[in-house]
Structures are given as C-alpha cells and as structure tokens.
C-alpha cells in the first residue's frame, strides 16, 4: 500500500492500469480555452449561474455599460425594450463604441475586440471613465457569449454600424449603414437555450425594478421602459411603457418607498458631497419610520451591492458616531451606551457612491472591499450627519431618545437572558417580603400591594391565607414614566412586584404565567396613599399594560372614618360620607364618636378584613383603560399620563393651574 501510494503521488501508473492509458496524465491532456469558451464552460463564475435569476444579469451588464456612459456625462437617454421572443433591447444615446481598427489587432475593429475577448474595454486606465461599473472587461464580452443571437449598433459621426454575433463568435462582419442624426450604441440580445434552458424567460417586473432603480441613482438620466403586452398577463403593476426620469433621485426612491408610511421624525437625512482626494462622490438618503420595518440598499457607480461592504461601513460608522457625539454635546445621560443597531436600526437607507478603480468581491460584484471606501464615505456623511442634526434640534432629540430606548431595552433583555440562565434549574423565587397565598392555582387568588412594613403586619394578619397574598412595599416607589430603564432595573420594590407578579413585563408579558387573578393596590385613604396608588397605576399601564386590559388590577377602598353610637358602628370613605352617616344612620341626640385612621398600619386586623379585605363586605374599584378600538381614547390617556407623571414638570404646573380655582373651592 506504502508503495502504491508513493507511485500515484509521483504521477506514476496505478496498479488498476494495466496498460498505464488510463491514469496517464501528459500535457496532452491540458486544455486550452480560447476566445469566449470559459464563459460557455463555466457561466457560474461570470453571472453567478445558469439558471433564471442568473440569466437577468445579463441585462444589468449591459445596462450597466450604458448607464456608465449617463454618469460619465456623455449620455442623458436609455432605452430598455423587453421584446415577446425574450428579445432584449438597451440603447443609450452616448458616444458610442469605437468602430476604427484597433491598435493591437489590426485585422479587428475595437468594437469586435471588446465584444469577443476578455478583459478588454476603455475602463481600466481611467482615461475614459473617471467611474464606471464595469471594471474587468468581461461584461458585455459575457452577455455576447451566453447569448443564441446579438446584435450591436453603433451610431458615430452620423453613420449607423452594425455587426451580428451568435454564442460569442462574429456571424458578420462590421458593415456601415445609412446616414442617422443621432449617436449612441444599441445592444440587442436573445439568452442562449442551451445555457438557461428552454423556458427560462425574463420577468417584466423583474427588469423593469432593474431600470426603475438605475433611474433612481443617476437623477440626471431618462430612462425609456417599454415590453411586449404579452409580458405582462396577470400582472396589473408593470407599466408596458413609462419614461423613468427623477429630479431628487434617492430621495424620490424613498418617497415612493414609503408610499404614506409614517415616519418618527419627518425631513428626510440626504444629500450628496465630492469625496476627498478627488476620489468620487456619495450619495445617500435615509428615514426612521414608525413601524421600523427598514432597508439599507447600497451601489457602487450604480452597481447593486447586496452582500454590503466598506460603503455600507462607513455610513454606520459616521450615523453612530455622529448621533453620539450629539449626545454628548447636549449632555445627555446615556449616550456612550448606544450601538450601531439602536441608530440604524430600522431605518430605511439608500446609499451610492461613485469612486475610481473600486474593488469586488467577485465578479458579480456584490460587495465592495476598497478599503479607502470606509474612511472617505465615513469623512463625509458625519460631516454632513453633524450639520443636521445641529440645524433641526427637536428632530435630533427624539431620534437620540428612540436610540436610547433601544439601547436600554437592548441592556434589559440581556439582563433578563442573563437571569434566566442563572435561574434555569432553580426553583421560583419570590420577594422575602412577600406572604404567598397557599393556593397554587390563580382562580380565585388576590395579591394586596400594600404601602409599607405596618400595614403589611395588619395585612397580613387579616388576609385569607388560602386565596389572599400580600406584598408590603416600602414607601413611594419610582415613577417610571420619568425614569430610565437602568433606575428600573435597579429599584429592588419595584424587581419585587415583578417577581410576586410572574407574568413578566412590556413585550414579554405572558397571561397564562400570571400568579394572580386580581391584583389590588391597598393604600391609605389620604393624599399619600393616593400618591402611591397613582405611581403604582403608572407602572402597570407602562410595564404591564395587558394586565389592565385584561381586567386583574383594582383599587381597594379602606374607610378614612369610623364612627360609633352605643353599640351602633359604621364606617365613612370621606368627609362627605362621614357627615351623610352622621345624619342617616346615627340618632342626632346622642353623641357620636368619631376616630380618623391615620393608616392602615394602624387599623385593627379584624377592622382591615371587615372593611376592605373580606369579598363579602368591601368595595373595589377595577382600573380599566380606554376602548382598545378608540385611538383617539388611548392618545388621551397617554397623554394624560405622560403630562402628570412624565419628565417635563412644566406640564404638571401647566395642569395644576387650569384647575387652581377648583383646588381653591375643596374644603380643607
């Protein structure tokens, strides 16, 4: 075996060839592919494949060659005809190839060097194009070889020349036609059967999304769309004819993007700049809408980039450090902790640059690796980033607050992963202050949120241990409308109720994990305990809103009076219902004993469960929100809720003053 081995490695004979034929290998076995052959051979590495979708970049080739000549400042019309027989037709009225001798091959007009061999072309010295998509010179050599049948027209010094070719060899020589008054070059080409199959076939809608986003790169082109109506049975959204010409360009695309979407801030962040060093030119546009579904596309001198690359490196580079150091500048706490992600995240984006001599990935080039790329487009995007956000203040503030939502959300969830790996294989654990009801179903269970240690020992003590949990907390908790994620995360009482809770909170609140059916806040009957009852209200419509839609939050009502006449008790919810008893329910000619509860700390056990915690006797109010189907009810309570609890305090003075003549009219 040993030796066998060394046999075959030294290229010898195997031992399975008797005669030795069979596993020579001698340099008559080394192939040598001429002309246009490889690309016949092996397609893949020029299109990407020989199937359907690969077939459609054919037509980006040579659109791409015309749109060259658009941005080179030698054409301003193209013409693209999708023709019933899959016959494709792209004219553009620029200088046209050049039809004189050429210098190397004298027998051969350039014309016929540039559609017969690879890597030829007027791209690569930079002479003729400044920028341009075609860069290997292999392009429109690549669609002559794959094509059953290709015919080119060359307009120049008012004469039409026209030559024929068929699977990449010339089937006529160049012959001059008759006088024309125009100038150009026109390419008309059938994909070969052979290559793509019988009935592969061009969609419309599919090239005609290839020319309308070419339109959309270079404003200062028209592009003339048209295809055989047979092309578009079924299809109701593809124009059969339509000129394609946008003055604002990205933007334009965008708009119509878009179509009516709303957006976080309105303007559009666009514009276009002369990079550095003479090196090209950028082009961007980009939104924030609402619903964050978002895109980036970027090109390279108007060749899609799918796959991304050193462009696309830049422009995040520049939007994030941009809408940091914006952050900083203003003083706004948080700013070090926004990623990438949490600006460009769910934008929509379109990006172009044209720059000299730029590097692919591969021949279909859908990524740029230029590494000059990354530094030149982030130069000039933070530069103009900076500007904008300067110049619209009120804009600049809510995308830097969105970013800072997401920044936070982003931290909580990785806390949350964080503690659900520790607590994967631990039992449930519950706040040490919490006094669990013994049921373990939630039908039928309550959970009492009560103000303070005092109140919970009375609590406590009242409850029915079977059906009814209590959770003391202490004093006023946070207010979360006004309070960063990070002061949530670390606010032990409010980590407590949601631990009690065990539904989780925001997107990730689950019903059926939900301990409790009925959720009461118990404060005391006073200003303060109303104070509380509203912090602790806010939280759940922020944190646990379908906790209130779902019907499981009340308010208890504890009596602020008690009042006594020999033998006769009865409790009073205020004033007001105090001096309704006095007059009903006790004899006027007896002195009545009136004691005011300072807390709940400070009622009777048997007086807490007589008046507010038995089912039987006591009154709950249920916390509900506005009709869910009622948009404008929700803005209302949103807003009302941000005005009194929010982060602007000249709001709540704002509400405390157009009601300062009711506040003056309250008995005190």
């Keep these: 075996m040993a030796d066998l081995f060394q046999q075959n490695a030294r290229g010898g004979k195997s031992r399975g060839d008797s005669k030795g034929k069979r596993g020579d290998y001698t340099a008559h076995d080394i192939e040598v592919l001429e002309g246009l052959e490889p690309v016949r051979r092996r397609p893949g590495m020029y299109i990407g494949g020989s199937d359907e979708a690969a077939m459609h970049h054919l037509i980006a080739e040579a659109l791409d060659n015309a749109m060259d000549e658009a941005v080179a400042g030698h054409a301003t019309t193209i013409e693209v005809n999708l023709g019933a027989g899959n016959e494709v037709m792209i004219r553009d009225n620029g200088r046209g190839i050049p039809i004189d001798p050429h210098p190397k091959f004298p027998k051969l007009s350039a014309l016929e060097v540039i559609m017969t061999t690879l890597h030829s072309g007027g791209k690569f010295s930079g002479k003729v194009y400044q920028t341009s998509g075609g860069l290997h010179g292999v392009g429109i050599s690549v669609v002559n070889a794959l094509s059953s049948s290709l015919v080119v027209e060359v307009a120049r010094d008012k004469k039409l020349w026209t030559q024929k070719f068929s699977r990449g060899k010339p089937k006529s020589k160049l012959t001059k036609g008759a006088n024309v008054n125009r100038r150009g070059t026109t390419i008309t080409f059938t994909p070969d059967t052979q290559i793509f199959g019988e009935d592969s076939r061009f969609k419309a809608a599919n090239v005609y999304r290839m020319v309308r986003s070419k339109a959309y790169l270079f404003e200062g082109v028209k592009v003339r769309w048209s295809c055989d109506k047979s092309l578009l049975k079924g299809d109701d959204k593809t124009p059969a004819e339509e000129e394609l010409h946008f003055a604002n360009g990205l933007r334009d695309y965008l708009t119509h993007v878009l179509n009516g979407r709303q957006r976080l801030i309105e303007p559009f962040f666009a514009g276009a700049a002369d990079l550095a060093e003479d090196a090209g030119r950028v082009e961007w546009a980009m939104c924030w809408p609402d619903d964050e579904q978002g895109f980036l596309n970027s090109y390279c001198n108007t060749v899609p980039t799918p796959e991304g690359g050193t462009h696309e490196q830049g422009l995040r580079t520049a939007l994030l450090r941009g809408l940091k150091a914006y952050g900083e500048m203003t003083n706004t706490k948080g700013a070090g902790s926004i ?148 002061k949530l995360r670390a606010n032990q009482e409010l980590q407590d109720l949601i631990e009690a809770l065990g539904c989780g909170i925001r997107d990730r609140y689950n019903e059926s994990k939900l301990r409790y059916e009925r959720i009461i806040i118990m404060t005391d009957a006073d200003v303060d305990g109303a104070h509380i009852a509203s912090l602790l209200m806010t939280f759940f419509y922020r944190e646990v809103r379908p906790l209130i839609e779902n019907g499981h ?37 007896g002195k009545v004993d009136v004691s005011r509860f300072k807390g709940l700390g400070e009622m009777p056990p048997a007086q807490l469960k007589e008046t507010t915690m038995d089912p039987a006797r006591r009154t709950l109010l249920k916390v509900v929100l506005a009709d869910a189907s009622a948009k404008s009810e929700q803005r209302a309570t949103a807003n009302l809720v941000e005005q009194l609890m929010g982060r602007k305090p000249e709001e709540r003075f704002k509400f405390i003053q157009e009601r300062a003549k009711f506040a003056g009219d309250l008995d005190f």
Aim: proline share 3%.
């Design 339 to 486: 990623s990438g992600e949490d600006v460009w995240g769910g934008a929509c984006i379109m990006l172009s640059v044209f720059i000299k001599d730029p590097q692919f990935q591969g021949q279909t080039k859908e990524k740029l690796v230029s590494v000059q790329a990354a530094r030149l487009v982030e130069t000039v995007v933070k530069d103009n980033f900076d500007h904008w956000l300067s110049g619209d203040v009120a804009n600049a503030k809510i995308l830097l607050e969105t970013a800072l939502a997401r920044a936070n959300e982003r931290a909580r969830k990785k806390q949350d992963q964080d503690l659900s790996r520790k607590s994967a294989t631990k039992k449930l654990r519950l706040p040490g202050k919490l006094a669990d009801c013994t049921k373990t179903s939630p039908i039928g269970t309550e959970l009492f949120i009560v103000e303070g240690d005092s109140a919970g020992g009375s609590a406590k003590q009242a409850r029915r241990r079977e059906t009814q949990a209590i959770l003391p907390l202490r004093g006023k908790i946070l207010n979360v409308a006004s309070a960063t994620d990070d």
């Design 553 to 589: 939050l009340y308010l208890a009502q504890p009596p602020l009076y008690r009042l006594s006449q020999r033998g006769t008790t009865a409790y009073a919810m205020d004033d007001a219902h105090k001096d309704e008893l006095i007059k009903s329910t006790f004899d006027s000619r």
